[in-house]
């Protein structure tokens, strides 16, 4: 058997959980952080059984916070809170997300500061090692005391109640999932339900997983813009590596090299070195500029989502001298700010594609070989591939909706108590259905350079581009005439979303960065 992957000591980074992705079920407690947890809830017991009022222990909450509960309801209290905050509705979370709220708030629980029992966060680990995913809904957050709604809703099977799936792709009510786990109900103590739904890993769930995304996506976005020069018989020239090293931002460096690498070997470059083509559109040109900035972006929404994967975002917080203390951390500012900056930046891949598709449609005249219009000789009777522009544009378009920032809004809950929140569930939600346009219309050009490259043929373009070609025409036949352009699309985005392009790409030019 696998040694066992251990949570609580060795902080989690996005490398660290796409590996705990690949190799599931062996994940368990480390000993310090057995250790950390039975010492915090030995302070919330101590507490409980004295006279004084603590916040979450044995209080209301929000707007009851001043609100004594008497020690025989102190139980029933946390149940309430489940349920009372179990007011999920729209869409049902992607089963995948909600394996990542399980993973990070097991791993925020370990470090030790929020008071619960140790069988609670093994109740957590058994749901998350058996890959069965509470039915959580995408909306009814404010990003602030946490993800109430959504962390209810996850909490909610842990006692029995609510549905989820089960690793065979099933919905079941959850009494079947604690069945097949061997557990009863759980029942919470003092502390334990406030610990559970205080929290922002709905936000930084879906923070972890369109960046799981978007990292593959970079890479594409390098490859079918080569693919698209090829096919356009551009210039190599704007990728230049001394041109970046005059503006040394590390993504325009990075995306610059990517392109020069995947040219190499191309035939097709130096056959129209002296054609009248003075300087390309920007959508080519300007690649490494834009596709940079992305990179940019994404790097520093990382550093701001690992920081938030390692803390205690519940409230309030039990220290080990037996201080409980009140504080924000459950405000989930830092993340809504990361996500709505990543939601501008993807949005920006897809503008800059539909660009460079726009213009492979428009066909090329200039040298021996001629690119027709709309990618198929036969126009007139065939449209082409006029309507996946169409898509395309659509796509952009709804993007630059999304692309507005939800944390610029703020509506006060709980009687005023709760006055300023962040929105970042609403930025998560978005930026999610941004990255799956994006996904979308780079998989629109990877068809249609594809398509054009065809044209081009004989003549070779570099490494790269002819080995993601290769890996496109494995899986979709060259377009002699119209037809059913929508299982095209559907083909290249498996493409996209599997990773097989830059696969391909890779193993025939090298590593990409």
Known sequence: MAAPDLIGDDPLTLCRIRGLQDDRGNLMLSAEAQSRIAASRAVVERLAAGNRSYYGINTGFGILAHQRISPEDVDKLQENLILSHAVGVGREVDPAIVQLMLLLKINALALGLSGVRPVLVEYLLSFYNANISPVVFAKGSLGASGDLAPLAHLTLPLLGLGEVWMPDGSKQPATAALDHLGLVPLRLKAKEGLALINGTQFMAAHAVHTLLRMQGLLKVADITAAMTLEAMRGSATPFDERIHAARPHAGQIESAGNVRQLLVASEILPSHLNCGKVQDPYSIRCVPQVHGAVRDTVRAALATVETELNSVTDNPLVFPNGDVVSGGNFHGEPLAFAMDFLAIAAAEIASISERRIYLLLGGDTMGEVKLPKL???????????????????????????????????????????????????????????????????????????????????PLKAGRGVEAAHAEVRRHLAFAEADRLFHQDIQTALALVKSGSLVTAAEEASGKLQ
């Open 375 to 457: 990618l198929m000789s036969d126009t007139g009777l065939n449209s082409g591939f006029m309507l996946p522009q169409y898509t395309a544009a659509a796509l952009v378009s709804e993007n630059k909706i999304l692309a507005h920032p939800a944390s610029v809004d703020s509506i006060p809950s709980s009687l005023g108590q709760e006055d300023h929140v962040s929105m970042g569930s609403i930025s998560a939600t978005k930026l999610l259905e941004v990255v799956e346009n994006v996904e979308t219309v780079l998989a629109i050009e990877v068809m249609c350079a594809a398509q054009a490259l065809d044209f081009i043929h």
